[in-house]
């Protein structure tokens, strides 16, 4: 560790060289924004030696020891007139300063007008779209994902204001959680066309399936203007592809990496090369008696994986051709990663404490997990666009995402006694997530006045989990005379075979009408219809280990394991199973929306009106309660979206917009499954969630790439959606998604951009506080030792909300030198990661921290670069517990009398370095 720190102090630090003869600045004549990366040429006019430097992020260039002359110095820089001065540069005088405003070539704008677009990949371009927007969004350039050391979108999303992740077992980020909203509401679109969800259960996106490089920006609407679709009160994540080039261009990169975990423990993986993507009953009906042949235990044969290197690659080419009427990119990533984790789990038992204290937890086994993840995620993106002339255009977008996931999970069990048994769990996991995606749009000026705007989108989302696999072996221990433990035995327990598959179908339909009455005055108006299919399939299996004289059989390998079903009515799968069915679902949308411009005030606003009708049909016997149901509403969507001038580069907004949250689909199932702990069940009488939200913020962006913005929203939700008790008959309870009144969330965020010649910090804060009130369970024992079970309130904060979230960037950026570096650190404060059925007993991850590093240097007079990317540099846990006294403190990190740590996931630092092709 200690080369590492050296090396990206090395990178992270420059040496400011005083004096000099000549320094100045380089920006645009209209706007006054430097125009970073020009190029600064001198030539002596005596004997012709020449000097040159590109201009920094401040829009400065500086040249020191000059000789002494006349020079002619000369700037360019891509879409602007270039432009010469002559100099004179004497030592003996004080330095001298020389600025310049170039002015945009209309020339050279003219010949890429059919396209109309400019280099959205940059900084810059990011910053104009913020200050230009008609409402409250950050956004992350394609320039600033290349230096971050993230590589999936999951992860890059941390390092937006407001905005943490879910993670995943091997601590990538999968799920957003915007402003305290959890992903429920949120929903994700790509290059503005909401996409389905490969998730079995719900509606939110995973966004680990999206590799980083395929990105044009990322955007994160927190303001939902009457154009928008409606579904979100956190916010919107919009994933804009690359577009189409006005030119030739050609990128491609080829980088390794190592996660340091497996310097520790082995990465042990498996094979799904014949794996049965079917299983028995869809193979043969539901009236067939499945065989213990039927089934391999592939998947439970593990091989050590000697080297676990990573792998990516990625290319991207695209061209205007035709006379600039046809233009084509093609995008591609592949990215082949091994992950893990190491966990330690302490399991709570659901027993009342001995304590006169409700609630009181105890620590029944201890559990070490270790995670063995094989990744391979492919992103393809294709376009085209075809301009007829300057009125007429048509686009068509291809988008296909794949991530398949190997996951071995094992647990090693100890049961805290000295004697007994000592449990060793096996589980095996290939999981398959698709999303396509093709889009067919049109873009007409049917007059100067009117422009028409449509598209066509056919979206698919598929997942298959074929022969999920969990096996456990059982050690006998006993204990000796001399007190040591001996191990006497090993016994092999039943195998379990899970198949599961689903499948999210969307025809969509867009109109947009536009009028543009004067300069200044606005109308627009459109429609959405979408038919939306859902199918979902799950079936399971349990296999029998015990030998048929009724002894427990012993363990050596697996495949020369015997098993049966017992009973053999385990042979026949459960046709009534409620995770299969069917959803439908309709969405029909028509908004008014009008936007006025003065001279300082712009005015966004209208109402949008969305009409849900959703239906399902389920594998519920006939004569079951909600085996099939219908749900209508419609909601009207008010917005208003103000802003105010201050200066050219300063802005106040303010922003008001309803919102609702769909529910998952199958919340509204009524079909109660055993899970963990408790039953659970759906609810049809859920109701969606409405949310009224308001945003205002002070917006100044002073050059460049230099921004400073501070705000603050408020959200009042009515029939939030989180978990609890309800109760059938008499003492049956279920643990059910349920309506709890309203809830409020409020917060404020401040984000920050400044250089100072070469070097720069950015950074972001965002403060939330969130109240809900939601029923509870009160399990325990009261003052004369009898058990209490009785419900009751508990308000704390909404489901992974947190009070604060940082970051953090020390950034390098040397334009002569063709050198980047950034020291990024990310903070997420506590919250609640899961929500306990018991009063005070909810499971809180701690605070933590990530510090990260990445570089790039570009390689002198050529068109490559190398970089590199190292993560999670201080290798901080991610912890959570149980904020309850700890009456165990005698067990291993159980150190806090005042909390009981439930897990800690250890992920270790991962290095990555590559190279890098672009021209």
Not at 326 to 334: A, D, I, M, Q, V
Not at 854 to 880: D, G, M, R
Request: charge should be positive.
């Amino acid at each position: 560790m200690k080369h590492i720190f050296t090396f990206i102090l090395f990178l992270s630090i420059s040496v400011y060289s005083f004096g000099g003869n000549l320094k100045g600045f380089v920006t645009d004549q209209k706007t006054g924004e430097p125009l970073v990366g020009a190029t600064v040429s001198l030539e002596n006019s005596t004997n012709k030696s020449t000097f040159g430097a590109s201009v920094n992020l401040d829009g400065s260039y500086f040249f020191k020891g000059l000789p002494d002359g006349k020079y002619i110095c000369k700037v360019k820089y891509v879409g602007y007139k270039s432009d010469t001065k002559t100099i004179d540069v004497n030592k003996n005088l004080p330095v001298a300063k020389v600025d310049f405003s170039l002015l945009e070539d209309y020339n050279e704008l003219m010949e890429i007008v059919v396209t109309g677009s400019a280099d959205k990949e940059t900084e810059n371009s990011a910053r104009k779209s913020e200050q230009k927007a008609d409402n409250v969004m950050n956004i992350i350039s394609a320039k600033a994902i290349q230096l971050l050391p993230d590589i999936t979108v999951g992860n890059i999303l941390q390092r937006v204001s407001g905005v943490s992740v879910v993670r995943n077992s091997t601590g990538d980020g999968q799920y957003a959680v915007i402003r305290g909203m959890d992903k429920r509401y949120n929903y994700t679109s790509i290059n503005g066309v909401k996409i389905p969800s490969p998730d079995n259960k719900n509606r939110y996106v995973p966004m680990d399936i999206f590799p980083a490089d395929l990105l044009e920006r990322l955007e994160v609407v927190k303001a939902l203007t009457p154009n928008m679709e409606g579904d979100a009160i956190g916010g919107a994540m919009n994933m804009v592809m690359k577009s189409v080039p006005d030119y030739l261009i050609l990128s491609a990169t080829a980088s390794g990496g190592y996660s340091q975990l497996f310097n520790t423990q082995p990465f042990l993986g498996f094979s799904s090369s014949n794996v049965n993507f079917k299983s028995p009953s869809e193979v043969n009906g539901n009236l067939y008696a499945a065989k213990p042949s039927d089934f391999s235990v592939q998947h439970l044969q593990y091989k050590e994986v000697p080297t676990p290197v990573n792998g990516l690659f990625s290319l991207s080419v695209g061209n205007r051709i035709f006379k600039h009427k046809l233009g084509f990119l093609f995008g591609g990533s592949y990215q082949h990663t091994y992950r893990g984790s190491n966990s330690l789990f302490f399991s709570l038992n659901g027993q009342p404490s001995p304590d006169p204290v409700p609630n009181t937890a105890i620590i029944e086994k201890v559990e070490q997990r270790t995670y063995s993840n094989e990744q391979a995620r492919l992103g393809l993106n294709l376009k085209f666009d075809y301009a007829f002339n300057r009125n007429h255009k048509l686009s068509l977008y291809n988008l296909f995402m794949q991530l398949d996931d190997w996951q071995h999970r094992q647990i090693l069990t100890n049961q805290l006694t000295l004697v007994g048994d000592v449990g060793n769990n096996n589980r095996s996991v290939f999981r398959r997530q698709n999303i396509y995606n093709s889009t067919l749009q049109g873009d007409h000026n049917i007059s100067d006045k009117l422009k028409l705007n449509w598209s066509a989108v056919y979206s698919l989302a598929k997942s298959q989990t074929p022969d999920w696999m969990d096996q456990s072996v059982t050690y006998r221990t006993s204990q000796g005379l001399d007190g040591k433990i001996n191990k006497s035995a090993t016994y092999i327990d039943n195998v379990s075979h899970i198949w599961m598959h689903n499948e999210d179908r969307d025809f969509t339909g867009y109109l947009n009408l536009t009028y543009t009455l004067s300069p200044k005055i606005e109308f627009s108006t459109g429609g959405m219809y979408r038919d939306k299919n859902r199918n979902n399939f799950y079936n399971d299996y349990e296999l029998a280990s015990v030998l048929p004289g009724g002894d427990r059989q012993i363990y050596t390998t697996i495949d020369k394991a015997i098993f049966s079903f017992r009973p053999e009515s385990y042979a026949y799968a459960d046709s009534t199973n409620a995770n299969n069915y069917t959803a439908k679902e309709q969405i029909s949308a028509g908004y008014l929306q009008a936007k006025i411009n003065t001279f300082k005030w712009q005015i966004l606003g209208g109402v949008r009106v969305e009409n849900t009708n959703q239906s399902y049909i389920s594998q519920l016997p006939v004569t079951a309660t909600g085996r099939t149901g219908t749900i209508s509403y419609m909601d009207i969507l008010p917005s208003l979206h103000l802003k105010y001038k201050l200066s050219t580069t300063e802005n106040i907004r303010f922003s008001y917009f309803k919102g609702i949250s769909r529910p998952g689909y199958f919340e509204i199932v009524p079909a109660t499954l055993p899970g963990e702990y408790f039953n659970e069940s759906g609810n049809y009488n859920l109701k969606h969630t409405q949310a009224d939200n308001i945003d205002i913020r002070y917006e100044v962006y002073p050059k460049g790439n230099e921004q400073f913005l501070i705000g603050a929203f408020f959200k009042n939700i009515k029939n939030p959606i989180e978990y609890g008790f309800n109760q059938f008959g008499n003492n049956t309870f279920v643990y059910t998604p349920l309506n709890f009144g309203t809830a409020t969330n409020f917060g404020a965020e401040i984000v920050f951009t400044k250089y100072f010649k070469n070097i720069g910090i950015s950074g972001n804060y965002t403060y939330t506080n969130s109240k809900i009130t939601t029923t509870k369970r009160i399990y325990g024992r009261d003052a004369n030792g009898s058990i209490v079970n009785s419900e009751g309130t508990q308000t704390r904060p909404l489901q992974g909300q947190s009070d604060h979230i940082a970051n953090l960037s020390l950034i390098y950026k040397n334009t002569n030198m063709g050198l980047d570096a950034q020291l990024s650190w990310v903070y997420t404060g506590q919250r609640i990661n899961i929500v306990s059925p018991y009063l005070g007993l909810d499971y809180w991850q701690r605070g933590t921290s990530q510090v990260d590093f990445s570089a790039e240097k570009k390689i002198a007079n050529t068109h490559f670069s190398v970089f590199a990317k190292l993560t999670n540099l201080l290798n901080n846990p991610i912890i959570v517990e149980v904020l309850k006294p700890n009456i165990s403190q005698n067990l291993p990190d159980q150190s806090d009398p005042n909390r009981i740590l439930v897990q800690k996931d250890i992920l270790q630092q991962g290095y990555l370095f590559g190279i890098r092709y672009k021209r």
